[in-house]
């Protein structure tokens, strides 16, 4: 069976700039007049956008029903905004993705972002019409949905049933390791992220990678265990 892979984009394949990001949040907040919440010691790391903005919004008795306005600011804010020198695309991602292309692989998102800032984002290194299908982020709060949700869209697209056991899941956080294994695919763990070998290793992924270079040893090893 050939691998299907899905991509988490923040960690895995790039970066975006962080001041450029807290520029968007802190107007946002300003406009709602939400500019009283703390975002110092909150962990959004592999975390979906619904489920970001819900809780930030929630805080606040007197903002309840704001999501949908709130949520289509920042998906404004950020395609209108986010162009190349505010993203890094992280090293060994453009190895990964010719490689896929080149032998016909699919590829896919799985991002906890919302559909059109993750298009965005990858827009934004040159990753244009890469990525047919995906799971993201405004469509679930809870991450362990999205895979289910790109496999669903991956039959749609190529008219084609898919196993769980086909798809590989490319993430940077504890999170994408836990959502792989609900839905029964394989894990990569890459640590490009905020998270480092042994905090990863912790959640058990199929594999821990420093980076996405050398995509023909790495899928290798995978679909060979597949095969075992």
């Not at 520029?23 to 959004?44: A, V």
């Not at 390791?177 to 070998?197: M, P, Q």
Request: charge should be neutral.
């Amino acid at each position: 069976m050939k691998p299907i892979l899905l991509f988490d984009i923040d960690g895995t394949l790039l970066h975006v700039k962080k001041n450029f990001l807290h520029e968007i949040i802190h107007q946002i907040l300003t406009e709602f007049e939400l500019s009283d919440i703390s975002l110092r010691n909150r962990s959004f790391a592999g975390r979906t956008d619904k489920d970001i903005f819900s809780e930030l919004i929630e805080e606040f008795s007197h903002t309840r029903g704001l999501y949908s306005s709130v949520s289509a600011r920042y998906i404004k804010l950020m395609t209108e905004n986010l162009s190349a020198e505010y993203v890094d695309m992280i090293e060994g991602v453009r190895e990964a993705i010719d490689f896929a292309r080149i032998h016909n692989i699919p590829v896919g998102l799985c991002t906890g972002n919302y559909r059109e800032v993750a298009y965005a984002k990858v827009g934004a290194v040159g990753l244009n019409k890469v990525f047919a299908f995906g799971g993201f982020g405004c469509d679930h709060h809870d991450r362990n949905h999205l895979p289910g949700l790109a496999s669903m869209e991956y039959k749609k697209r190529y008219n084609q049933p898919a196993e769980s056991n086909q798809f590989i899941v490319i993430g940077d956080t504890p999170n994408d390791v836990r959502c792989a294994h609900h839905f029964g695919a394989k894990a990569v763990a890459v640590t490009t992220g905020g998270f480092n070998k042994t905090q990863l290793r912790k959640h058990q992924p199929d594999l821990i990678l420093d980076s996405l270079s050398s995509p023909k040893k790495w899928l290798f090893q995978l679909t060979k265990a597949n095969q075992t």
